[in-house]
């Protein structure tokens, strides 16, 4: 679908606000009972006047200065993301949204901490119940934007929707993974060494997990490695968004069912159907 630069233009002022995982104030400001404002131009406005909120400092895994991390840093990431869960290779997972199936499939090869942790938050239930607090259909198909772990609890104001994190039971903190994008190479060349993943940092070449229509890929804030419990399902294609937020996977049945996802829809129940074996912790 081809899109005017203009429209383009605001999309890469919006995203800062459309698929927070921390939650800008102006974003807090939607009504997530109600709907998503769907004047642009004014969701834009609210977006980069707001970006400064101290909410977004949430990950302390970034710069300090809150800019992209360094090579030091990106070692330092690949170092800590060892006691992460990963995927190794393949799972799949089937979501029973509005009593309807939607399937995804997860791609641990080129996003295993990032397939790990959703894997393993399935496997714990964290989804079962939470809300898809924000879905952006106006003025043109965007983003359903949901798992905020606190949407599960009826007693939090849905202005606070979009500000959770799925915390250990074990530890009492919250868990953050690192931004984790491999750059795109040819799969199909015999021999190809695949180039390696990088962390912690956004990528101007392109990624290897593009943002397709159907695509899942995790929120975060601002900062490269806030990213946490929340995820997206893209409802077009959004190339503007590629190298800045990881995708992990897609979805291979029940797009229909993700398109006609409302916000305040819940996600009654989420399973790893197949590759639960490919996880480890």
């Known amino acids: 679908m081809k899109v005017s630069s203009?429209?383009?233009?605001?999309?890469?002022?919006?995203?800062?606000?459309?698929?927070?995982?921390?939650?800008l104030s102006g974003c807090q400001q939607l009504n997530a009972t109600s709907g998503v404002d769907n004047n642009t131009q004014e969701t834009a406005t609210s977006a980069v006047d707001n970006s400064n909120s101290e909410d977004n400092l949430s990950s302390g895994e970034t710069?300090?200065?809150?800019?992209?991390?360094?090579n030091q840093d990106?070692?330092?990431?690949?170092?800590?993301?060892?006691?992460?869960?990963?995927?190794?290779?393949?799972?799949?997972?089937?979501?029973?949204?509005n009593g309807q199936s939607v399937t995804i499939e997860l791609d641990g090869n080129n996003a295993p901490i990032t397939a790990g942790n959703f894997v393993d938050l399935v496997q714990q239930g964290v989804y079962n119940g939470s809300m898809f607090h924000r879905v952006i259909k106006e003025p043109q198909p965007f983003v359903a934007q949901g798992g905020d772990p606190q949407s599960k609890d009826p007693s939090v104001p849905v202005t606070a929707l979009g500000?959770?994190?799925?915390?250990?039971?074990?530890?009492?903190?919250?868990?953050?993974?690192?931004l984790e994008i491999r750059p795109e190479y040819d799969e199909t060349k015999e021999g190809v060494t695949p180039p390696e993943i990088i962390y912690g940092q956004t990528i101007t070449t392109a990624p290897e997990l593009k943002h397709d229509y159907g695509v899942i890929a995790m929120a975060r804030s601002q900062m490269p490695d806030s990213a946490s419990a929340q995820f997206y399902f893209t409802l077009a294609e959004?190339?503007?968004?590629?190298?800045?937020?990881?995708?992990?996977?897609r979805v291979t049945e029940g797009m229909d069912v993700v398109t006609n996802i409302n916000q305040g829809d819940r996600i009654e129940s989420a399973e790893v159907i197949s590759g639960a074996e490919n996880l480890k912790k």
């Open 74 to 97: 990106n070692i330092s990431l690949n170092n800590n993301s060892m006691n992460l869960p990963r995927l190794e290779g393949n799972a799949t997972v089937v979501m029973k949204i």
């Open 238 to 249: 959004l190339p503007f968004l590629d190298g800045n937020y990881a995708v992990f996977g």
């Open 6 to 23: 203009f429209n383009k233009n605001l999309n890469l002022i919006v995203v800062l606000c459309l698929i927070t995982v921390i939650g």
């Open 63 to 70: 710069n300090s200065n809150g800019k992209e991390s360094n």
């Open 163 to 178: 500000t959770g994190s799925y915390v250990d039971p074990t530890t009492k903190t919250s868990r953050y993974i690192p």
